[in-house]
């Protein structure tokens, strides 16, 4: 299926109107009825319920040791010392190499 770019352009040009139309119908209508808002607060306190705060948290705990490592590594990046992270902490600088954060 080889389309012109004149095809394109028009294809682009329509999901962009969409896209706007559909936009401007929602901060104009949608948003503002009673039973969506009502769905919506509905919807959302039952994610919450759900389980939400707790899955953040185990996904937390999971992905505690790579974050902190993240961080110090972003430390010593900003203070131009890569070689001093390298160093003092060679345990965490092949975390990160394996995790693929870091490529030399």
């Known amino acids: 299926m080889d389309l012109?770019?004149?095809?394109?352009?028009?294809?682009?040009?329509?999901?962009?109107?969409?896209?706007?139309?559909?936009?401007?119908?929602?901060?104009?209508?949608?948003k503002n009825k009673e039973?969506?808002?009502i769905k919506?607060?509905?919807?959302?306190?039952?994610?919450?319920?759900?389980?939400?705060k707790e899955k953040k948290k185990e996904i937390y705990s999971q992905n505690k040791d790579l974050l902190k490592t993240k961080s110090l590594f972003n430390?010593?990046?900003?203070?131009?010392?890569?070689?001093?992270?390298?160093?003092k902490h060679q345990d965490k600088y092949n975390?990160?190499?394996d995790k693929g954060i870091i490529t030399n």
């Not at 109107?17 to 901060?27: A, G, I, L, V």
């Open 40 to 52: 919506n607060r509905e919807r959302a306190k039952a994610h919450y319920q759900n389980g939400y």
């Open 95 to 97: 975390l990160l190499m």
């Open 4 to 30: 012109t770019a004149d095809q394109i352009a028009r294809i682009l040009t329509n999901y962009k109107n969409k896209r706007e139309r559909e936009n401007k119908y929602y901060h104009e209508v949608t």
């Open 75 to 87: 430390y010593y990046k900003k203070k131009d010392k890569i070689d001093d992270f390298k160093a």
């Open 35 to 37: 039973d969506f808002k």
